[in-house]
């Protein structure tokens, strides 16, 4: 089960952004949280998005539901909700331009890598950050909060 629940992950930091404060942090923060919450709700199990004011940047950590493992559309949507929210401009396939953002990009890299237990107490072993959470179709919310 362990090994099934890791390939449901989505984990990912874009940190260094130039020039901005924990205001623009949060605001962003929020923003991502709830264009995540009306576009791929239904496909997420649970997840968080969350600020991170030390390294000036914005961490998401999120479960997929089973059945959508394998749905390369749910990592793309991600990535075009981050870039939207923070106004980074990727080209179109196949152009040479590169992604472009007012006043420099940002570093993209991996989330943290926590255990599969982690994910199966949907996050309840690390209660530092707010949840976004889905029961297919019951009560939904999403919270942000900075992390720990």
């Not at 106004?87 to 152009?95: E, T």
Request: net charge neutral; glycine share 8%; charged share 30%.
């Amino acid at each position: 089960m362990d090994d099934e629940i890791l390939t449901r992950t989505f984990c990912i930091e874009v940190t260094h952004f130039p020039g901005v404060d924990e205001a623009w942090l949060e605001e962003r923060t929020l923003a991502i949280g709830h264009a995540i919450k009306d576009r791929l709700i239904h496909k997420l199990e649970w997840g968080r998005v969350y600020a991170l004011p030390d390294r000036n940047g914005i961490g998401l950590v999120f479960l997929m539901w089973p059945e959508y493992k394998h749905d390369e559309t749910v990592t793309e949507t991600f990535m075009e909700i981050i870039c939207e929210k923070t106004d980074i401009v990727m080209p179109k396939p196949g152009s040479r331009k590169k992604p472009y953002r007012k006043g420099g990009m940002p570093q993209f890299g991996l989330g943290p890598r926590f255990p599969a237990e982690f994910f199966a107490s949907h996050g309840k072993i690390d209660p530092s950050m707010g949840p976004l959470q889905s029961s297919h179709g019951k009560d939904r919310y999403s919270r942000t909060q900075r992390s720990a």
